[in-house]
């Protein structure tokens, strides 16, 4: 696991400064200390950071073919390397070291940029062919590794996994896209392809860039990829359950290949469990497992956790966190470089911190919620969707458009006791009901908080564009796999997938994703519905797969999720915390917000009126992405200026 960055003249040759290279590539040494390489010639620069786990000794990048006409800069693990190294010396390529990356420069050779689709894996790689004069940018299918990217006033392309190494040239805008913020109130992040800055982009999962020296435009992203929703495997239950089982069993072996120490996350949940008790019949040693408990009880899975590490006697550690645990609110700011969020980012960063304490690598269950139906939201949606293909829209919206303006707000209750969002989302269609039901903010919420000018601002423009924009490419009918198909274009790489690179990259740990092993997600998206959610019992099929091996109140325990107590921090210990932010001049002198919502957000929480508590943690971390993004440790040093002051 690495970190990448570069600079691209689109249009001559000119030289770029080494120190601005090293200085920019630098800003994410936390995701490779191990080593750092740069490659400049005219008009090109490629910078690298390394986390070495596979080929300790020779997998130094930017890595070169036998000519030196071909080299990369590659972050993420190819699981199917070793397969397809026979097959490209077959056709006459050299190899020098034992490392995945230069799989993929023979790859590019053998086959362009059709070679994506040959691999299987986590990536974010940039390839630069001086024969073709071509820089060739890929994203990973599910959106695992990041990569970002800016267009600069001089013409010149930059890249790099994270935003802050675009943020650190002295020739990038820092000016921020309204559309973002309000997606950000929405979502809770910023939706790829969007940028907090306007000047910036997020490539696509899924999607490769080609650029070639001298093209007269900018190209845009082209996607290579997209699971299809079929729904018509005639498999039955206990043919589904042996298959998934060894669908697993085969996406957890690719993800032991590993020269460093490697272990798991252990949360106590079905698909940490599922991946431990598959790794344990895939190893003839002790499973190395990490765990993180809470000391409020109402947020601490700790129990089965141990269960599951007591029945396959894993090496096992727990660590316990204070419910206080909130002094990371600056420290987020810092590693996300955007807005965002999820304050489960707090237990992820310090499940990662302690991991990295014993593990270099680190497998974990993420994914398994979006493709077998595990979100209670999935169930309350079809609920929801039943009734609206049973009532035409032209009575639906106003029967119950009128009782969500009527019914009385709860949002101390359990979602399915809150009549009134369940009121406004029967009211709506498919798509708008969705995006309503994973909006931190409802529309209407959100233009009380915005201010007038800033509304104007927006243009008309809505969140809800993301979902009718993905939505459309679905080709699925199924209402359970059209949510899901929603979800891994925004949920998964938005939030848990940009929320779990950010917490291990800045221990330097690797995470590897088994759930997410694209042939597993396609042969899932086979599946019927009614073998994912069947009874109002999400992951059925998983569930019944695993019942031989994981106890059955592991499996059918209720959901409790990876939170914190977010309403009690913000009434007790964050309460002045709370206060400074939301009300701090970079707030007010923002344009954004309506202060006098601001004031009554606070004040009617603290007086347990309403739980505002949601509202309260976005803007505290809005408020601290605002000083991040403004303070002085994000410039150029001066050295630096100076030398990048110079033509280039």
């Known amino acids: 696991m690495c970190g990448i960055s570069g600079l691209f003249d689109t249009q001559g040759q000119r030289n770029f400064n080494r120190a601005l290279v090293s200085h920019i590539n630098n800003m994410q040494s936390h995701r490779g200390p191990d080593e750092d390489g740069l490659h400049l010639e005219p008009g090109l620069a490629l910078g690298h950071r390394r986390l070495s786990v596979i080929d300790l000794t020779t997998g130094q990048q930017p890595l070169f073919n036998e000519d030196d006409s071909v080299g990369i800069v590659f972050n993420g693990e190819i699981y199917n390397f070793q397969e397809l190294v026979p097959e490209l010396k077959d056709m006459g390529h050299c190899f020098k070291t034992r490392s995945d990356t230069e799989v993929i420069v023979h790859a590019w050779e053998a086959w362009g940029p059709a070679c994506v689709q040959r691999l299987r894996g986590m990536f974010a790689f940039a390839l630069w062919d001086r024969n073709q004069q071509t820089l060739f940018l890929a994203r990973d299918r599910m959106g695992v590794k990041p990569l970002h990217y800016a267009w600069l006033p001089d013409g010149s392309f930059i890249f790099g996994s994270e935003l802050k190494v675009i943020t650190a040239h002295p020739g990038f805008v820092r000016c921020i896209d309204p559309l973002a913020v309000e997606e950000y109130f929405s979502l809770g992040y910023v939706a790829d392809p969007r940028c907090i800055y306007r000047q910036a982009h997020k490539l696509p999962p899924a999607h490769t860039l080609l650029l070639r020296r001298g093209m007269p435009s900018q190209p845009a992203p082209q996607p290579y990829w997209d699971v299809y929703f079929s729904n018509d495997n005639p498999v039955n239950l206990a043919e589904a359950e042996s298959e998934l089982r060894e669908r697993v069993k085969e996406s957890v072996r690719l993800r032991l290949i590993a020269d460093v120490p490697l272990g798991a996350f252990l949360s106590g949940g079905v698909d940490s469990s599922a991946v431990v008790a598959t790794m344990a019949g895939l190893s003839s040693l002790p499973v190395h497992t990490c765990a993180i408990g809470f000391d409020d009880p109402h947020y601490n899975e700790s129990a089965f956790a141990q269960q599951v590490a007591d029945l396959y006697r894993t090496d096992h550690r727990l660590e316990i966190v204070k419910s206080d645990d909130f002094d990371l609110i600056d420290t987020l700011a810092r590693l996300y470089d955007e807005p965002f969020a999820d304050s489960s980012a707090i237990p992820t960063y310090r499940v990662c911190q302690m991991a990295r304490k014993h593990v270099t690598v680190a497998l974990s269950g993420d994914g398994g919620d979006e493709s077998l139906g595990g979100y209670r939201r999935y169930s309350m949606h079809l609920g929801e969707e039943s009734v609206r293909s049973r009532v035409p829209h032209g009575l639906r919206s106003p029967l119950f458009g009128s009782l969500g303006i009527l019914y009385p707000k709860a949002d101390w209750a359990p979602r399915m006791f809150r009549a009134k969002t369940t009121f406004q989302a029967m009211a709506m269609d498919t798509v708008q009901a969705y995006h309503h039901s994973m909006s931190h903010l409802r529309v209407d919420q959100r233009q009380r908080l915005f201010s007038p000018e800033f509304q104007r601002s927006l243009g008309g423009y809505s969140s809800l564009d993301v979902f009718r924009q993905h939505a459309g490419k679905a080709q699925t009918e199924d209402p359970l796999a059209l949510i899901q198909y929603l979800d891994y274009k925004t949920w998964l790489v938005g939030d ?112 347990r009126k309403y739980d505002h508590s949601t509202v309260l943690w976005m803007l505290i971390m809005f408020d601290a992405f605002l000083r991040y993004a403004q303070t002085p440790a994000q410039a150029v040093p001066t050295a630096v200026t100076r030398a990048a002051a110079t033509p280039i």
């Open 496 to 607: 848990i997938n940009t929320k779990v690179d950010r917490a291990s990259m800045a221990h330097s740990l690797e995470v590897r994703e088994p759930l997410m092993d694209h042939h597993l997600v396609e042969w899932l998206a086979t599946l019927p519905s009614s073998l994912k959610i069947h009874g109002g019992q999400g992951k059925y099929v998983f569930k019944k797969a695993f019942e031989p091996l994981l106890p059955r109140d592991v499996l059918y325990r209720p959901k409790m999720g990876f939170s914190v107590p977010l309403a009690s921090w913000l009434r007790g210990p964050l309460a002045v915390r709370m206060c400074e932010s939301v009300l701090s001049q970079r707030m007010l002198d923002s344009g954004y917000f309506n202060v006098e919502t601001l004031r009554a957000l606070i004040n009617q929480h603290m007086n």
